[in-house]
């Protein structure tokens, strides 16, 4: 079936405790906290949840233990695994679910202990016949070879590179809840421990734990609920591999295609975005989304950012929570990314806000640069 723009909207967003969890806590522990204040901040109760959309590393069958550990009975559930993008992915299908009436309070989700837990608790890495006998350290390897690539094809440089992890640092330094609190510059990026060349550990996402929750219902009800509503306009996704070395072009992601399905159906191109929240992984991820999703040409990224456009103040504001970079990242990102997209489009961002912020792209990247999945949102002044 073909979803209507904006049918639906997002009604609630919350994260679970983040951080560093001490406590004993669970990644099932961190979705019901994430869900529960989710369902506070959009006015509605568990027993309201119809609707059951997550993915998560450290629990198979998700929405089946997550239905028995909440207690509800919902009438549709979907765990689609795409990595960091299956959160984006399943913006899309509950959408689709409330329209074909199969569900009308869709609640998405996802938790991770990875920082206490470390290796212990997490998904064995894939083996493949092409990659594995060499031994790379993934995912870093995967994505320093495609940084590699960018600078020997494009002129691409670490400075480069580093003046978008600064940019994301200054942004979590106006975000309270976020892990850094240090000021960040080029140099030190430079300077700091080699990962994986050209990838130094601040070019780096950050490893923590945390969860969180969006709830999502029909544009109808929403317009009743507690917060103002926040309209799905647009929706794109797509795949390209599962190992990097099956990747056709390592500067040109699936984001092509994700971004040009999502602005289609949404109804608007680059210019109109006011806020962009894109997965940053590393450093190079959030040069080839502004790449792929048009902000600039193919191979432009470097100087594009090098003015800091990318900061608080700039031109173009980029991952105002502090990103994966600096404010959170437990193994799979795409739900934060939705969550401050909700909250620009609110106005609720408190000192990291965008002025005049009605609409808000979010990115999803999972694998190695294997899965990119767009959601575009807006505010009512955009339906």
């Known amino acids: 079936m073909s979803v209507r723009r904006g049918s639906c909207a997002i009604v609630g967003a919350a ?8 406590s004993g806590l669970s990644p099932l522990d961190l979705m019901a906290q994430g869900i529960t204040r989710a369902l506070d901040d959009a006015g509605l109760a568990l027993s309201d949840v119809d609707g059951l959309f997550g993915a998560a590393t450290q629990s198979r ?27 984006m992915s399943h913006v899309a299908h509950a959408q689709a679910a409330i329209e074909a009436g199969l569900c009308e309070v869709a609640v998405i989700t996802y938790g991770s202990t990875q920082r206490s837990d470390g290796r212990s608790n997490t998904r064995a890495p894939d083996i493949n016949p092409y990659e594995t006998p060499f031994k790379p350290f993934l995912p870093s390897s995967a994505y320093a070879l495609a940084a590699s690539r960018h600078m020997h094809e494009f002129g691409t440089t670490r400075e480069h590179l580093a003046e978008i992890a600064v940019a994301a640092r200054e942004w979590a330094l106006l975000n309270p809840k976020a892990w850094e609190k240090e000021p960040l510059t080029i140099d030190k990026v430079l300077s700091s421990r080699m990962v994986s060349y050209p990838l130094t550990v601040r070019d780096c996402c950050l490893v923590t734990d945390g969860g969180g929750a969006i709830v999502m219902t029909s544009a109808a009800r929403a317009r009743d609920l507690k917060k103002p509503p926040v309209y799905v306009l647009g929706c794109g996704e ?25 602005y289609a159906q949404a109804g608007v191109g680059p210019k109109d975005v006011n806020v962009r929240e894109v997965y940053d992984a590393f450093t190079l991820t959030t040069l080839l989304f502004l790449e792929d999703l048009g902000f600039c040409a193919k191979g432009e990224g470097g100087a594009f950012v090098s003015d800091g456009k990318l900061r608080p103040g700039g031109s173009l504001p980029t991952n105002t929570n502090g990103g994966g970079l600096s404010y959170c990242h437990p193994g799979m990102y795409g739900l934060f990314l939705l969550i401050e997209a909700v909250r620009q489009v609110r106005g609720e961002s408190g000192g990291r806000q965008v002025k005049d912020c ?13 899965s990119q999945a767009t959601v575009i949102l807006g505010s009512a002044a955009t339906v």
């Open 61 to 87: 069958m998700l929405t089946l233990a997550l239905r028995e550990y909440l207690g509800i009975d919902p009438r549709y559930g979907d765990s689609t695994y795409l990595g960091g993008s299956s959160f």
């Open 358 to 370: 009605n609409i808000a792209l979010a990115h999803g990247n999972g694998g190695v640069l294997s």
């Open 238 to 262: 797509s795949a390209s591999h599962t190992a990097i070395s099956n990747m056709s072009d390592l500067t040109r992601t699936a984001a092509i295609k994700s971004g040009q399905l999502a």
């Open 15 to 22: 994260e679970s405790d983040l951080g560093q969890v001490a």
